[in-house]
């Protein structure tokens, strides 16, 4: 079941492209790669530029703008939470740091950010009248958010003190021991250790994968837009994969995920 209408705390809920130079010419790239439309919101302008991204009509993936000179374009991963203050106090007594404390988005709920003691940076959402993405696990939409860290113990550490996870261990032939992230029975992400996978100045990060039907057309649309690859595309137990900076410079990854994949996607 794809579409969405509330989310668990401790589920990644939302995804954002932050600090795009150019939101036009990121709708046509993202239009072209995974069906969006990336209109003006009504209450855009209050929000600093904000806009919501829609596949079918439905909220997918929110886009803001350069907000400073300098401002890299990234993709930042938000996850729900019951109560963002709360959230925070754990967060600190982990070893995080607080980027930005809560704040409350018009009713819509509260966002905050934070710094895992990995440096990996990871949003909350506190769900208000908003909850969070409506479309998920589907083509054109995220299904996965992957930390990529140089110190898998203490990020397990970390986010099973602020969210409860757990990780499972599977090994991946050729990539070595995948990290699950799990809350019960429930599956929130992945975790990899870039030691030697990443140049030594890559920091510690989250990746957000887009679910595409074909990995290696979207590697091309990619680069005639003028992005890079980045790794792949590679085959792996559950699907086909690649890393890509889209053309403003936003590291993501797509997967063309197996129809078993599919079947069991949340």
């Known amino acids: ?69 300098n401002q890299p374009c990234h993709w930042a991963t938000y996850v729900s939470v019951a109560d963002a203050d ?47 993405a409506e479309l998920v696990n589907e083509d054109g939409t995220f299904g996965w958010n992957e930390l990529g860290t140089r110190d898998v113990p203490a990020a397990r550490e970390f986010y099973g003190k602020v969210f409860g996870w757990t990780v499972e261990e599977q090994e991946i032939p050729g990539m070595g021991t995948y990290h699950i992230w799990k809350d019960g029975e429930h599956t929130r992400g992945g975790m990899m250790d870039i030691t030697g996978m990443a140049p030594d100045e890559t920091p510690s990060s989250w990746l957000v994968y887009f679910t595409v039907p074909d990995a290696d057309a979207a590697v091309e649309t990619t680069k005639a837009a003028g992005g890079q690859l980045v790794n792949g595309p590679a085959d792996i137990p559950v699907g086909r994969l690649a890393v890509l900076t889209d053309p403003q410079g936003a590291f993501f990854a797509v997967m063309a995920p197996t129809d078993e994949t599919r079947e069991n996607a949340p």
Do not use: H
């Open 86 to 132: 709360a959230t925070l106090v754990a967060v600190r007594d982990a070893g995080g740091q607080v980027i930005v404390e809560p704040l409350d988005v018009m009713g819509m709920g509260k966002m905050a950010v934070f710094a895992d003691p990995t440096g990996a940076v990871c949003g909350i959402w506190e769900p208000g009248t908003f909850v969070g």
């Open 1 to 69: 079941m794809s579409e969405r209408t509330s989310y668990e705390p401790g589920t990644p809920c939302w995804v954002e492209l932050g600090g795009t130079p150019d939101i036009e010419a990121s709708e046509r790239y993202y239009r072209e790669l995974l069906g969006w439309e990336i209109p003006e919101q009504p209450n855009s302008a209050e929000l600093g530029g904000y806009r919501r991204a829609k596949l079918n009509g439905k909220d997918v993936a929110g886009v803001s703008p350069q907000m400073e000179e």
